[in-house]
């Protein structure tokens, strides 16, 4: 196993603790037991630039423009609603198309 991007384990086993205590809390008194925690690894993704992107899925690795897809559609159904889904897609094809980078830093200057 890779030793680097392990926030999202620790997230979940933080998570899977929090309810655990939850369920002590509420099911002593009604003698519950609690269940067993178990991770899914979901596996690894990094987008490092414009077409160059590494996926890890355990039973696939992928490299470049492939990856960079993964990356693109991933990110994407993480977003809440659709509206939010199909405003950050357009955003990101008119970026990727012309080849225009948002603002990256606020220095108080006019330009």
Not at 24 to 30: E, F, I, N, T
Not at 37 to 66: E, T
Not at 69 to 83: K, M, P, Q, S, Y
Not at 85 to 93: D, E, S, T
């Amino acid at each position: 196993m890779a030793t680097g991007g392990l926030s999202h384990r620790l997230s979940a086993g933080g998570d899977a603790t929090g309810s655990l205590y939850r369920t002590v809390g509420q099911g002593a008194a009604q003698g519950q037991g609690s269940r067993r925690f178990c991770y899914l690894d979901k596996g690894n993704l990094a987008v490092i630039s414009r077409h160059a992107a590494v996926a890890d899925m355990g039973f696939m690795r992928v490299w470049n423009f492939p990856a960079w897809l993964i990356g693109l559609f991933v990110h994407i159904a993480h977003l809440i609603e659709f509206d939010n889904k199909v405003m950050v897609l357009f955003q990101w094809a008119w970026n990727y198309f012309t080849r225009k980078r948002g603002a990256r830093l606020i220095t108080g200057r006019d330009a």
